[in-house]
């Protein structure tokens, strides 16, 4: 039998798990129609800032969800073998455009891994890379323990 802690992390514990993480789940939605991605991210602890270059092609399913100002969610996780960390930011996805990116934005981005996620039914040519902050109104990380009850 197994024994379940469940515990707030720290905002430290929480950015560690975050600067230490390069994918998680990117949440969209309009209306009743919900979208999540798999996504890579940059992630700056003393900002507690997320920088997103987002892959779209002109008619795909991502591109209806996103906007100038989009609402999201988005979710890092990892797993041990007695252990389990998740953070959930809730905010705006904002874009920026590239008339505006400076030199700080350029850095930001630079900690962004490329995508991992490289599945695409469009030709390359056909794709355009958005980059996006997400600053969250609300950030938080929960540990859960489990321990052999034997």
């Known amino acids: 039998m197994t024994v379940e802690q469940q515990t707030v992390m720290t905002d430290a514990e929480t950015d560690a798990l975050l600067e230490r993480r390069e994918t998680g789940v990117l949440s ?22 997320f920088c997103m270059r987002l892959v779209v092609a002109p008619d795909g399913e991502k591109q209806r969800f996103l906007t100038d100002s989009t609402h999201a969610r988005f979710v890092v996780y990892e797993e041990g073998e ?19 990116l400076t030199p700080q934005h350029v850095e930001q981005y630079g900690s962004a891994k490329r995508p991992l996620f490289e599945m695409w039914a469009e030709p390359k040519a056909d794709l355009d890379i958005l980059l996006y902050e997400l600053d969250p109104s609300t950030l938080s990380g929960r540990r859960i323990d489990v321990a052999d009850d034997a």
């Open 28 to 49: 969209l939605s309009r209306a009743d129609d919900p979208y999540a991605i798999p996504v890579s991210y940059g992630y700056d602890a003393s900002a507690r800032q």
């Open 82 to 100: 007695t252990t389990y960390r998740s953070a959930i930011a809730d905010g705006r996805l904002e874009l920026i455009p590239r008339a505006e």
